[in-house]
């Protein structure tokens, strides 16, 4: 995933047509997901490489099929870098690697509807703030349940991001005085 990447990206586009793509993008993985509209048991996990790393929330409905609802990225057809779900298949020795969190009852257009919701509201990409972790854990809250790790992003990508912040607002403050003085 490239959101090491990316500081900024624009909010998810909500327009019925990036809707239609996202689900479009579900296509390749009918045979691995379970009825839409049937409630049953799921598995749900956390898949991360560790600090400061991508994070993603897999779900399992069987013990055999993962599959993944995490953040990513597409150049839109507006030319305007977003936000977007995504899903992929996770396999092999990545199985391996999922914390496990709890289980939750529900339907898996469920977890779509609250990929989607939490997705379109949570605004502006920001690195260290409105990023992978905190998509993750408001998926999880939006489906009642808790991450393991209390952590909401990572303290020290924040306390940067601020400083940088900090300096860009300076910077432009001091170039619109310089203008306004010319």
Same mark, same amino acid.
């Given at each position: 995933?490239?959101?090491?990447?990316?500081?900024?990206?624009?909010?998810?586009?909500?327009?019925?047509?990036?809707?239609?793509?996202?689900?479009?993008?579900?296509?390749?993985?009918?045979?691995?997901?379970?009825?839409?509209?049937?409630?049953?048991?799921?598995?749900?996990?956390?898949?991360?490489?560790?600090?400061?790393?991508?994070?993603?929330?897999?779900?399992?409905?069987?013990?055999?099929?993962?599959?993944?609802?995490?953040?990513?990225?597409? $150049?839109?057809? *507006? @030319?305007?870098?977003?936000?977007?779900?995504?899903?992929?298949? &996770?396999?092999?020795?990545? #199985? %391996?690697? !999922?914390?496990?969190?709890?289980?939750?009852?529900?339907?898996?257009?469920?977890?779509?509807?609250?990929?989607?919701?939490?997705?379109?509201?949570?605004?502006?990409?920001?690195?260290?703030?409105?990023?992978?972790?905190?998509?993750?854990?408001?998926?999880?809250?939006?489906?009642?349940?808790?991450?393991? $790790?209390?952590? *909401? @992003?990572?303290?020290?990508?924040?306390?940067?991001?601020?400083? &940088?912040?900090?300096?860009? #607002? %300076?910077? !432009?403050?001091?170039?619109?005085?310089?203008?306004?003085?010319?």
């Amino acid at each position: 995933m490239d959101s090491c990447n990316n500081f900024f990206v624009s909010p998810m586009d909500t327009s019925e047509d990036a809707i239609e793509r996202f689900l479009d993008d579900l296509i390749p993985f009918a045979g691995q997901l379970p009825d839409l509209k049937q409630a049953r048991t799921f598995s749900v996990y956390s898949l991360s490489s560790g600090f400061g790393s991508h994070e993603s929330i897999v779900f399992s409905s069987d013990g055999k099929n993962y599959l993944t609802v995490e953040l990513g990225f597409e $150049d839109a057809v *507006d @030319g305007v870098r977003r936000i977007r779900p995504i899903c992929r298949p &996770i396999t092999g020795e990545t #199985i %391996a690697k !999922l914390k496990y969190i709890g289980t939750t009852m529900t339907t898996a257009e469920r977890i779509i509807g609250a990929a989607l919701d939490t997705m379109a509201s949570l605004g502006t990409y920001v690195k260290g703030f409105t990023d992978c972790q905190r998509y993750c854990r408001l998926v999880l809250q939006e489906l009642r349940l808790v991450h393991p $790790d209390p952590h *909401d @992003g990572d303290l020290v990508v924040k306390i940067a991001g601020g400083i &940088i912040l900090c300096l860009v #607002i %300076a910077i !432009l403050t001091n170039k619109a005085r310089d203008s306004q003085k010319n």
